[in-house]
């Protein structure tokens, strides 16, 4: 295990999980680092380098939704829940906020560690998508989108800012204008979950992104819903520096 294996930070209050998860973590050629509270968590994102982080859902003092929220919000590490098996609500809350994915506990660590390697596939594919693109900004409709800060400028020079799911999913569109994306291709660009079961969240990702772009949301002329086939950006894509 090199310093360029992923580094997972896992976060529970309860110590045999989070020792235990760490410690098979390493087993499998991840480095792991673990924090007992989101205030600790947050102390550990800013000192290291962290590529995923393992997050239980119920903690005291900071839950670790509202921890999940901050690091969807400030462009963070990708994030997957665990959450109790009778918490419905957290789940959903969780994909809405854009969590990655979820495991319910009492969990198997070889699950667990499948879909970690599933979101930092998916991770490192949206990363190395953005390689080929000159310039650090690109242009539609009366938009501007900023690759390295991920927020969107408008024509008065309003700074929109984007979560990483919304980022992710507009990246996906502005390289392939005009094309149109299924629910699975999607899901596939940016967080991918497994389809068919996680579709629905492409659906509400692509409602808070036209929310934030769309003149009128409920009349949309930019993320066309193509029925039956998916999505697609309706309008012209300019890259300055290409």
């Not at 590529?51 to 005291?60: A, E, T």
């Not at 190395?128 to 310039?135: A, C, F, H, L």
């Not at 009366?142 to 929109?160: A, M, S």
């Not at 992104?209 to 949301?217: G, P, Q, T, Y």
């Amino acid at each position: 295990m090199g310093e360029t294996s992923p580094h997972i930070l896992v976060v529970d209050d309860h110590r045999d999980i989070r020792e235990t998860l760490a410690r098979y973590l390493v087993k499998n050629g991840l480095r792991a680092s673990s924090a007992d509270s989101a205030a600790q968590a947050r102390k550990m994102l800013k000192a290291s380098a962290i590529d995923l982080v393992v997050l239980d859902v119920m903690m005291p003092g900071e839950d670790g939704l509202s921890l999940c929220r901050y690091l969807v919000e400030s462009g963070g590490a990708p994030v997957i829940l665990l959450t109790a098996m009778a918490e419905d609500t957290d789940r959903v809350v969780g994909l809405e906020i854009g969590a990655d994915d979820y495991v319910t506990k009492p969990f198997n660590p070889r699950e667990l560690l499948a879909r970690i390697r599933a979101v930092l596939r998916r991770t490192s594919m949206v990363q190395k998508e953005r390689d080929p693109i000159s310039s650090e900004r690109l242009t539609f409709a009366d938009w501007t989108l900023d690759l390295t800060r991920q927020h969107l400028i408008g024509l008065d020079g309003v700074v929109v800012p984007l979560s990483t799911g919304e980022f992710q999913l507009l990246v996906a569109f502005l390289k392939r204008p005009k094309a149109v994306l299924s629910r699975d291709q999607l899901l596939d660009l940016t967080s991918g979950r497994t389809p068919n079961v996680f579709d629905r969240s492409i659906d509400n990702q692509v409602s808070r992104l036209r929310r934030k772009i769309e003149r009128n949301a409920k009349q949309p002329e930019l993320i066309m819903t193509v029925w039956g086939g998916g999505y697609k950006l309706a309008a012209d894509v300019v890259d300055p520096d290409a």
